[in-house]
C-alpha cells in the first residue's frame, strides 16, 4: 500500500495559493495604477482654490499655467477622464450592451477547450477570435463608441484646457526645479 504524496488538504492549499497568485496576477495592473497614478491625486481644496482663479487674455499666461497645472493636476485630470467615459458608457444602453457582449463573448471563447463544432464545421478559436473582433467592431460602429470616445475627449478637453488656463500656479510653482530664485 502506498502513501498519498500529499494530502487533500495540502493539495487543496496548493490550488487555492495557486488561484490567488492567478488572481493577483490578473489585478496586479489595478495595483499599479493606483500606486503609481493615483497616489498623486491633489487635494479638492486644492484643486478648487478659489484664491487661485484669474481670468486673463495673455496667451503666454495661459500657457505658463497650462504647463505647471497639467503636470501638477495629472492624477486628478485623469479621474476626470475616467468619470466622463463612465458616464458615457452608463449613459448609452445600447453601448453597456456591446461592451457586456465583447467581453462576455472573448470570455466564452477563451474558455473553450478545442475547436468548436458547428454543423460538421470545425472552428479553430483563433478562427472564433478573428470573426467575433469583426463582429465586435461593426457593434461599436453601430452602438455610437466613436461619438462617444469624441465626446469624450471634446468634454475632457474644455474642462481641464479650461480649469488649467484659470488656475494660477500656487507657491510651489515658484519653488520648482528650474533653478530660478
Not at 496548493?14 to 493577483?24: H, I, K, P, Q, T
Not at 497616489?39 to 495673455?58: E, H, W, Y
Not at 497639467?70 to 466622463?84: D, G, P, R
Amino acid at each position: 500500500m502506498s502513501t498519498p504524496l500529499l494530502s487533500s488538504n495540502t493539495a487543496q492549499t496548493l490550488g487555492a495559493a495557486a488561484s490567488n497568485m492567478a488572481s493577483e496576477a490578473r489585478f496586479s495592473f489595478l495595483q499599479r495604477f493606483r500606486e503609481q497614478r493615483l497616489a498623486n491625486i491633489r487635494p479638492l481644496g486644492d484643486f478648487f482654490d478659489k484664491n487661485r482663479i484669474s481670468f486673463t487674455t495673455n496667451f503666454h499666461t495661459i500657457s505658463q499655467r497650462w504647463n505647471y497645472n497639467l503636470q501638477y493636476f495629472s492624477a486628478n485630470y485623469l479621474v476626470i477622464i475616467l468619470l466622463l467615459g463612465v458616464y458615457a458608457i452608463i449613459t448609452s444602453w445600447w453601448l453597456v450592451f456591446t461592451i457586456a457582449f465583447l467581453f462576455g463573448g472573448f470570455f466564452l471563447i477563451s474558455r473553450l477547450d478545442g475547436p468548436l463544432t458547428i454543423g460538421g464545421a470545425a472552428l479553430s478559436p483563433s478562427t472564433l477570435y478573428a470573426s467575433y473582433a469583426g463582429i465586435s467592431l461593426l457593434l461599436l460602429l453601430f452602438s455610437g463608441a466613436t461619438g462617444a470616445i469624441f465626446w469624450i475627449i471634446g468634454a475632457a478637453a474644455i474642462i481641464i484646457l479650461g480649469h488649467a488656463a484659470i488656475l494660477e500656479p500656487g507657491l510651489e510653482g515658484d519653488f520648482s526645479a528650474d533653478g530660478q530664485v
